[in-house]
């Protein structure tokens, strides 16, 4: 499929949800399957990276039962899953040697690599075609280190490893030892698999990390009784004198802040806007964009609402960016550690700077350059293909801000990248007549419904078949 954007001029209007937040579902189905006895997830939004998790313990054994779909992922009900926990060691070998399909979901290859290399039985996990070209080295170097026994396919272009990934199993009374760990990159899936091991290991896990990345981790494995501490951003598990067990939990998991992030800034760019994005999860971890939004003079007001989980939520308030002045946003500069706390964001950050006075400039996020697309190069391309001036750097880029008059209506394919795509749509909204953005089926595996609440909130987004 492919969105068609006719750009309008009246404003945004509407309260409205996004589907649960992606990260935190990941993690839920994980724990909830190494569990003793029934968890229940609600919220859950049935979005292909979470389903992709979730088929991977189905194959291993875990049941589970979709008590209610909840076909529309940003209604207020949404999915309710109950998954049957077989505990700590009862995960089984999938059929046949099965390969676990993780589909287009790095974080479900890269935890479930954690997690299964430190089982009795081998296995190996497959992706699609963009997952088969990212890089799988940076997860299983640290696992080796502590005896695991897993190996991924020579990268084609790079000194690395991707996928598929081939898991022995251990031997009959064998272990993973402990493991110590200073990471080069903030990675959450890079920790998380390293805790994940580290559940089954002779001796603790420590994670450093240069600054902290998203703790739905750490924050999940405390509330499930895992003896773990964080301080900063190092986090030990010790699993000597636990029982082993993994408590059963419900969880409504909270909207995802990086769906909404998309909301936040169309807001900010269509005037006259006042849109609610509401029960947004806004762990700290994961509101860079909202602190970047704001240096920007745009944003979102955060309302709280209490905690779900162990993870903050919150209403966001957010509409068009003024000045004292009566200017619209202003140009920034992101790096450092405003980078692991909106990495998925910059995308759509992209768009707010090409809508912004000045210069934007973006520093030390070369690690866009290994999502789901190189979203440095693909984002740069289509800001210019909508008449933006912008320009890679090694590790970022820089944005020449359009803030006046309409940008250039275009055409343009997201490379099979949903946070591209979506990007993509906004820029149309401020074009000088309708743009298509080609190859959106993707937007499914984090934001479905994505085109139907801008339709909400006013805007024209067509979903229309791919000629
Ligand atoms: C994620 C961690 C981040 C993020 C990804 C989800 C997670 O990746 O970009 O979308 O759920 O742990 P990295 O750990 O590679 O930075």
Redesign the pocket.
Known sequence: MDFLVRPRDGALRGVVRVPSD??IG?RAVILAALAEGTSTLTRFSFGEDNVSTLEAFAAMGVMHEVVERGDDPTSAKGGTLRVHGKGLFGLEQPHDARALDCGNS??TM??LSGLLCAQHFGTSLIGDASLTRRPMRRVLEPLRRRGALCKGRKHPTKDDETAPIVIAPLLDGEALGPSSEKLAV?????K?ALLLSGLYAHGPTIVEEPTL??D?TERMLLRVGVPLRAMGSIVQLDPAGWDGKIEAFELAIPGDI?AAAFLVVAANLVPGSVVRVVDVGVNPTRTGALDVLRAMMGGAQIVPKGERGGEPVATLETGTAVDESGAGLHATSIGGELV?RA??EIPVLCVAAARAKGKTVIRDAA?LRV?ESDRLATMASILRSFGVEASELPDGMEITGKPQGKLKAADVTSEGDHRIAMSSVLLGLRADGPSRIRDVDCVATSFPGFARVLRDLGADVEEVPSD
């Open positions: 992606k990260s990941h790095g974080t890269r935890l903030a990675s959450a899936q890079v998380s990345s998203r739905h990086s692991p990495i998925d690690e999502k």
